[in-house]
């Protein structure tokens, strides 16, 4: 069964750092991989997602992932932290035959 | 479209009672999914449905909790009788499953549980 991995439960950084989120997965299966957010008392939201296309995958709010297949990875990035990124963000994995998977999430601080 | 729509947005009861969730999915979609999410268990799948019909409830805590989607554009959450660790966040969420979907799932916005 697919399942993810997300390394660190939490991540701080400064305003205008760079953001990495790490995410690893692990799939039978060529995969398909999804960044959510979840804003302070709200319901989770996509990101991005990569359904075997680009390998590079660009989301809303400046966010991007790449997919490496040597290193099943999905790591998120951001160029340049602002305020309004601290959230948590979760790594899910699907496939053609299994649903949803998600992982145990990230928490991230923004620190002025 | 609306979104995922659950109602009620918080409820606050007192142990012992019953407490319905209520879910509207998104028009078209075949899977509903409901979780729960706490500071200390993080996010969990409590149950889904795949064209109305459950398919894996073994989320489930016990049989205090039951759920049911009678068609395809509604579906209930029940905790009866509730009790004070049944406090949490939970999740309605649908998506598309089969053939050429990638098993997206879309999240409403929550109904925050608190059992006194």
């Known amino acids: 069964a697919q399942s993810v991995t997300q390394l660190g439960s939490h991540v701080s950084v400064s305003e205008g750092a760079l953001v990495l989120l790490r995410c690893n997965y692990s799939s039978s299966v060529p995969p398909y991989l999804f960044w959510y957010v979840q804003y302070p008392n709200q319901g989770l939201q996509l990101l991005l997602k990569y359904t075997s296309a680009a390998t590079l995958v660009k989301g809303i709010n400046g966010f991007e992932a790449e997919f490496k297949k040597s290193e099943t990875s999905f790591h998120l990035t951001k160029p340049s932290a602002h305020m309004s990124d601290a959230a948590e963000y979760f790594c899910a994995v699907s496939d053609r035959g299994n649903d949803m998977r998600f992982g145990a999430g990230t928490r991230l601080t923004v620190k002025p | 479209d609306a979104g995922v729509i659950q109602s009620p947005r918080h409820e606050v009861t007192e142990m012992g009672q019953e407490v319905t969730l209520r879910c509207k999915p998104i028009?078209?979609?075949?899977?509903l999914f409901w979780y729960r999410q706490t500071m200390m268990r993080g996010l969990e799948l409590l149950i889904y449905?795949?064209?109305?019909?459950?398919?894996?409830d073994s989320g489930m805590p016990e049989d205090r909790f039951s759920a049911k989607m009678p068609n395809a554009s509604f579906s209930t959450l029940k905790i009866q009788p509730s009790e004070p660790r049944d406090s949490a966040v939970y999740f309605c969420a649908s998506g598309m499953r089969g053939a050429g979907s990638y098993n997206e799932q879309f999240f409403g916005p929550g109904t925050r549980l608190t059992v006194l």
């Open positions: 449905f795949n064209n109305n019909v459950p398919i894996d």
């Open positions: 028009s078209g979609h075949n899977s």
